[in-house]
C-alpha cells in the first residue's frame, strides 16, 4: 500500500486559506499544495479551460502520490469537479478521489440562517456557474440564495491591496448591491478562498446580526468526517506533519504572497506542467 500526502490545489493563492485551517485541525497528516499561478485567475476563464488546467494540475498531484486532492479553489470546484468525478476518476487505478469546498459549505449553510435567506460572494465565474444555490437547495429547499460577483476582489488581495483605503471602496459597494437583493439575508458566505483577507473590510460594512462564513474551517472539519467515514482512503494518507509547496510560476513571487495566505513563512518549488 503506497501512502502519500493530501493534495490541495488552487488556481493562485487562495487555497492556502484553507489549508492553513486544515493543517491546523489535522496537523498530523502530509500535505502537497499546488498553485497554478502561471495560469491565475481561473475566475473568468471558460469552464472548458478550467477543467483542462484543473485536470492537470490534478493528474500532477496524483503522479506525486497524492491519493486524496482538495480543489481549494471555489472556480475549479464549480466549473471542473463535477467532471472529474463523473469522467475521469473511474478510468483511473486505484482508491483515487478528489473533493471540493462547494459541498461542504452547502451541506451546514442552512443551518446558519434564522431568516433562511443566505448571501455568496464569489468570482463571477463561482456566481455564473450556479453551483451554490444548485447545491444548496439540495440540502436546505426552503433557503433563499442571492449572489453577487466581486470581480476587483481578487486582484485587490494579490496586489496587496486588501487593507488600502481604495479597497473600501469595492467592498462597500458589492456588499449593498448583495444586501439590496434581499433586506433578510442574516448569512454571508465567503465564496473565494481569497476573500478572507478581507474580512476585516468587509465586517466594517455588515450588521452585527449577519454572520460571515470563511470556508477554511468548514472544508477542514468537512475532511477530517470525510476521512473517518473512508478509512480506505485515510489509510493512503501519510502521517508525518510534512508540507511542500509547488507553484507554476515565480518561486520567490509566490513565497512572497503565500506567507500571508497561510500565515507563516513558505518555501516553494517550482514545477512546468507543460
Known sequence: MQQGPIGVFDSGYGGLTVLKEVVRQLPDY?????????????????????????LECVNYLFSQGCSLIILACNTASAKALRSIQQNDLPKMTGNKRVLGVIRPTA???????????????????????????IEIQKYFPQVGVHQEACPMWVPLVENDEYDSPGADYFVKQHLERLLNKSSEIDTIVLGCTHYPLLAGKILKYLSPDIKLLSQGEIVAHSLSDYLNRHPEIEALCSRHGQRHFLTTDSIEVFEKHASRFFGKPVRAEHIDLV
Open 30 to 54: 502530509d500535505y502537497l499544495y499546488l498553485g497554478d499561478n502561471a495560469r491565475a485567475p481561473y475566475g473568468t476563464r471558460s469552464f472548458e479551460t478550467v477543467y483542462h488546467y484543473t
Open 107 to 133: 451541506e451546514i449553510v442552512g443551518n446558519m440562517t434564522r431568516s433562511k435567506q443566505i448571501g455568496i460572494l464569489g468570482t463571477a465565474g463561482t456566481v455564473a456557474s450556479g453551483s451554490y444555490p
